[in-house]
């Protein structure tokens, strides 16, 4: 049982590149997200999916896709890096009723430089 | 005023000391509420859930104020291994969590 797996773990991008970080949950969690870390502003929420086919936006998606093709599967995109995009980005999931705690993948360290 | 604030610490405590933090929130309506433990340049994990009643698990125990819209977790017999940055979430409804930025504990040999 894996939980949530994140690629890459690092990542350094020039300025305009795109890429897509990839997640995989196995737990069969309807729910996933990316989230941001950056310092002293705490975790903020990219996007998020209650399923499969369907995805919504948080608190800063600008700059960001996803799509959610599978239970599974949960990849972001950067569409035009840019380097306000430096930051730590993690997947999470969780199971169905919102009293149970996430799940996080480990990160992915990007520079965009 | 931040939705959900923690003093960010450093809080240096000796091993065996007892440690307690405190987590406000502004939103009245908020519907459940976490406590995630955070190791540096590693992922959170969920450390417990605060529930109204109020909650132990060994060490830990986590209470929850909504009078005074406040949550906190106290740390007894504190180890070398609770060193670490302690997350508090609060969950708004309809999937919104929303992550405090968290307080830095470091316990001292």
């Known amino acids: 049982n894996a939980g949530v797996t994140q690629t890459p773990k690092f990542q350094v991008l020039k300025t305009g590149q795109s890429m897509t970080l990839q997640c995989a949950q196995d737990?069969?969690?309807?729910?996933m997200s990316w989230y941001r870390q950056d310092p002293g502003m705490g975790l903020r929420l990219i996007h998020y999916s209650v399923g499969a086919g369907i995805t919504d936006q948080g608190e800063v998606p600008n700059g960001y896709n996803v799509s959610r093709s599978t239970t599974e599967d949960f990849p972001l995109r950067l569409l035009s890096a840019a380097p306000s995009q430096t930051s730590v980005y993690f997947c999470?999931?969780?199971?169905?009723?919102?009293?149970?705690?996430?799940?996080f993948g480990s990160g992915t360290r990007l520079t965009v430089v | 005023r931040k939705e959900v604030e923690q003093d960010p610490g450093p809080f240096n405590v000796p091993e065996g000391a007892t440690v307690a933090f405190n987590c406000t929130y502004s939103?009245?309506?908020?519907?459940?509420f976490f406590w995630y433990r955070q190791d540096c340049r590693k992922e959170p994990k969920l450390l417990m859930s605060?529930?109204?009643s109020g909650n132990e698990d060994g060490r830990f125990t986590a209470q929850l104020n909504r009078a005074s819209q406040y949550i906190s977790l106290l740390i007894r017999d504190s180890k070398l291994s609770d060193s670490a940055t302690y997350l508090c979430?609060?969950?708004?409804?309809?999937?919104?969590?929303?992550f405090g930025t968290g307080t830095r504990l470091k316990v001292l040999a």
């Open positions: 999470a999931s969780m199971p169905p009723g919102q009293s149970y705690g996430y799940t």
């Open positions: 979430v609060v969950n708004l409804g309809t999937y919104k969590y929303i």
């Open positions: 605060v529930y109204s």
């Open positions: 737990m069969n969690h309807e729910y």
């Open positions: 939103n009245s309506a908020s519907q459940s």
